[in-house]
């Protein structure tokens, strides 16, 4: 027996319901900050969800945004089920970068586009996946904290690329810290773009072949977590060590593993943006995108589907945000950054504070049968 | 017992709660004759602590009231309770162990912002407590330092300071040896002659009759039957509680001893946390026989366990497990000792043995998530391996039979099974058994008991490790008793009594024998 009530609400309570429930809870906290800055929240809701969805080109930002946070939300997702906190998907997007940009700016002129981008997107994996295994390395081996040494490799990460940017891959003979533009052999697709070319006319967004890359990834990671060797010892770690090791499983080995597979899937968010949209390396690209993936994985349950409906919400905040801040003058940048973080704590920070009462209503109205329970 | 026109010290009536679907209190009335010691038994899930709780203010009834000597109180957490009179002595101890014993006595009854009028009054209230109960303890001791015999004695002190006049005792006999249990009835006895009320739950049938003067039987939330303790036998009460006839015997032939197929010479191993590993330990155990390991929770029998599985490195000595001599130098892992077919039931199914929120089918390949039979190199196959599980809820009859289920959703008995049948899927030569039936209904014990037989009679050397002394006394044909690391005592079966295990186990049997 336990004390615990809600064990036998509805799957969709905990899966659908409370992220629903705790989305529509912050809205009504921003709607509230919005009314009380002498705003009409009704009508920036509106420019919200409109600059978001209203057109094609707003739905291509959105989703273009969507794709980097799928990256890092994945990342996060692998790390939590090997039971780490990975908190580095910043510095790990970011030193993926610079992987990206390493191998475009060095074979852009000899090789064609189909060897090219699969190189580029292994090399910021790589490099990901290097800056997710050292404190993963750290943790499983010396013990550091993974939460502690993710944050100090974020800082380290931006330390490197402000120093590689301006000192080794700036464009010669100017100021800004920017490479050179990549050759168009390394430019992924537009996905307007694409669908001209198959007849369908769309307003142009930044939205591009990346996008299918995240969808993959997704199908990938549900695979590793739940179809394979690895994933199955990867949750075994995370959900309990000592039943690991009873098992034979290396609990050291499996960390490391999962970091690097999280930091790899980070590393992939340059795909998006510099082979994708802004065919140069640039300073800052990352642009929180790993921070927000920690709250999208959260939000998703760390379940690809879930990881993808997250992201869709967060670019779609990024995107209407954006919009919001243009035409609403009292509603600045700062404010979008208020509103998004009201989404991430209530969301994130307080997700399970609705839980308990939520199942308990749906539990008691469960018609009642079990005799023969414990 | 007198009838007198006093109220009983407690009056349940009617009380019900339920937890979601589960019904885990129906309609319970329960009269507690002031100053008597009162049992409650029933198996794990029966609502025994359910029950308590009620009445210690944890959880709220959904129907039914609590009266206290005559009159109705409400209790809605432990202070209203404490004011009522009810103090509880739990299962697993509430001290703080680097506190020393007045400390952790005047904790959460200071009195006042400064401590020292509050452990002046403590130490003159103990001291006068001790002698009144015989229930001496040294004030200034930390707590850490106590035996544990001792520092349930702090808890009842505890209890007793706040003014208990009714005690209830959570299981309080599982951690103790026989000895240090004697000594808990002698000093309950005498709180009871005090007029102290003494609530007992327990699912050790032996010790209701011995100390209680009436028992009531719980089953599947309802309270099934209340008796005067003189008038039931351990059988009658067996039944109420299972709802049908249990064999309280296991039913076994002499063993038929073959080949030794594990050998440990000078074991030793480092400790868990702070504690004292294993330090030299030589024993065998051969094909077809039981051997049992007996001894206090915390004496090595768990190093000993992980490390004969692989799990826990070993500081000194030699494990020879066919043919392979594992020393420190040459260590093993559980890869090895699977592949050496040698099956290991942990102690601790639920943290060890199983991973609490897999389905049942992921469960049941932990250990043999490698193997060939279960998918290629890369993939699992996930139909084979709930074929498998379905294989292995059929076999051990796990209930319900869902490959899908949470693992934490079966009751402790059928994850208990579940492992068992996963353990056993592998033909073992050896099987190395932790605490097979803590924590398992009746009905399962039986069963359970009965695969073990059967495993030792196909021949299969198993070594078993368990706290339970009715447990080793009536599976093992040989009996280790172990104390502090080392194995104080090595006796037949038959030869055993509990009196003497118990002494071992205390290691108050005499020095010149320990060596045997």
Redesign the interface.
């Known amino acids: 027996m336990s004390g615990d009530a809600g064990g036998n609400a509805p799957r969709w309570v905990g899966l659908a319901l409370l992220p629903a429930v705790n989305v529509t809870l912050a809205f009504l906290v921003a709607g509230a900050i919005v009314a009380f800055i002498g705003e009409d929240p009704v009508e920036a809701l509106r420019i919200l969800t409109w600059g978001a969805l209203g057109s094609a080109e707003a739905i291509g930002y959105t989703l273009y945004y969507a794709t980097s946070l799928i990256f890092t939300g994945l990342a996060v997702a692998i790390a939590f089920h090997a039971g780490l906190f990975n908190i580095g998907g910043e510095g790990q997007a970011y030193i993926g970068g610079l992987g990206v940009g390493v191998v475009v700016l060095s074979l852009d002129q000899a090789l064609p586009g189909w060897v090219l981008i699969p190189l580029a997107a292994l090399g910021g994996a790589a490099m990901g996946a290097l800056w997710g295994f050292v404190p993963g390395y750290l943790q499983a081996r010396r013990g550091s904290h993974i939460v502690i040494t993710t944050i100090m490799f974020n800082f380290i990460a931006s330390a490197l690329m402000v120093y590689m940017m301006v000192n080794v891959l700036i464009m010669p003979g100017q100021m800004t810290p920017h490479s050179r533009e990549f050759e168009a052999a390394a430019w992924l697709p537009f996905m307007h773009d694409m669908l001209g070319a198959v007849g369908f006319e769309v307003e142009s967004s930044p939205l591009n072949g990346a996008f299918f890359l995240a969808l993959i990834c997704c199908v990938g990671m549900w695979l590793l977590m739940w179809r394979t060797r690895l994933g199955y010892a990867i949750r075994v770690v995370g959900h309990n060590q000592r039943a690991a090791l009873y098992a034979g499983i290396d609990p050291a080995r499996v960390i490391m593993l999962a970091m690097a597979i999280s930091g790899a899937l980070a590393g992939l968010v340059a795909v998006n943006t510099a082979l994708g949209v802004t065919h140069r390396l640039l300073l800052d690209f990352t642009e929180g995108f790993g921070f927000t993936g920690i709250a999208v994985a959260l939000m998703g349950r760390n379940h690809p589907v879930g990881i993808v409906l997250a992201a869709l919400l967060f670019g779609v905040l990024y995107q209407g945000g954006a919009e919001l801040a243009f035409d609403m003058p009292k509603i600045t940048r700062d404010m979008i950054v208020v509103i998004i973080g009201l989404v991430i704590l209530f969301s994130g920070a307080l997700d399970r504070m609705l839980q308990p009462t939520l199942e308990r209503l749906f539990t008691r109205r469960a018609p009642v049968a079990s005799e023969d329970a414990g | 017992m007198n009838t007198t026109a006093k109220p009983p010290a407690i009056r349940l009536a009617g009380i019900s709660k339920?937890?979601?679907?589960?019904?885990?209190n129906q309609d319970i009335s329960l009269d507690v004759e002031a100053g008597a010691i009162h049992g409650i038994v029933g198996e794990?899930?029966?609502?025994k602590?359910?029950l308590m709780?009620i009445l210690y203010g944890?959880?709220q009834a959904d129907a039914g009231y609590i009266e206290v000597d005559g009159e109705r109180v409400r209790i809605r957490n432990s202070q209203e309770a404490i004011a009522c009179g009810i103090g509880m002595v739990h299962q697993h101890f509430m001290l703080v162990d680097t506190f020393t014993v007045l400390e952790n006595v005047v904790l959460g009854a200071e009195g006042s912002a400064l401590l020292g009028p509050g452990l002046r009054a403590a130490r003159s209230a103990l001291s006068a407590l001790a002698e009144e109960y015989g229930l001496e303890v040294d004030p200034d001791a930390l707590v850490a330092d106590l035996t544990v015999g001792a520092q349930q004695r702090v808890e009842i002190l505890k209890a007793l300071y706040r003014g208990a006049e009714i005690l209830v005792l959570d299981e309080p006999t599982g951690v103790l040896t026989p000895q240090e249990a004697d000594q808990l009835f002698r000093v309950l006895r005498s709180l009871a002659d005090q007029g102290v009320t003494v609530l007992l739950i327990t699912h050790k049938l032996r010790e209701i009759l011995a100390i209680t003067s009436a028992v009531s039987v719980m089953r599947?939330?309802q309270m099934v039957a209340t008796l005067a303790t003189a008038e039931t036998s351990r059988e009658e009460l067996a039944e109420l509680m299972v709802g049908r006839k249990v064999l309280l015997r296991v039913e076994k032939g002499t063993a038929d001893a073959g080949d030794t197929v594990l050998d440990v010479q000078d074991l030793q191993i480092a400790g868990l946390g702070a504690r004292d590993g294993v330090n030299g330990v030589s024993f065998s155990v051969r094909a077809g026989e039981i051997v049992g390991v007996a001894g206090v929770a915390g004496n090595g029998q768990s190093e000993l366990l992980e490390a004969l599985?692989?799990?826990r490195p070993i500081v000194g000595g030699t494990i020879q497990i066919k043919g392979r001599a594992v020393t420190p130098s040459a260590p093993s892992?559980?890869?090895e000792m699977?592949a050496k077919s040698v099956a290991?039931v942990?102690e601790?199914r639920l943290?060890?043995?199983?991973?609490?929120?897999?389905a049942a089918a992921?469960s049941s390949i932990?250990?043999y998530?490698?193997s060939p039979e279960f998918?290629d190199?890369?993939?699992?196959a996930?139909r084979r391996i709930e074929a498998f599980c379905d294989d292995c809820m059929e076999t051990f009859d796990v209930r319900p039979h869902d490959a899908a289920l949470r693992t934490a959703?079966f009751?402790g008995g059928n994850q208990q099974k579940l492992l068992l049948a996963r353990e056993f899927s592998r033909a073992p030569e050896l099987l190395l058994v932790g605490q097979p039936t803590r924590g398992v209904d009746i009905g399962a014990i039986e069963l359970i008991h009965k695969r073990l037989v059967a495993m030792r009679d196909a021949g299969v050397a198993v070594l078993l490790v368990s706290v339970e002394l009715d447990e080793i006394m009536s599976l093992a044909d040989r009996i280790l008793v172990m104390f502090e690391g080392r194995i104080v005592g090595e006796m037949q079966a038959a030869d055993a009594d509990e009196r003497t295990l118990g002494l071992m186990m205390a290691n108050a049997h005499g020095t010149g024998e320990a060596a045997a």
């Open positions: 339920r937890f979601g679907q589960v019904q885990a794990n899930g029966a609502g602590s359910t709780s944890f959880y599947q939330g599985s692989g799990i892992d559980p890869h699977r290991h942990p601790d943290r060890v043995g199983l991973v609490a929120p897999f992921e932990l250990g998530q490698d998918g190199h890369v993939l699992l996930y959703g009751s």
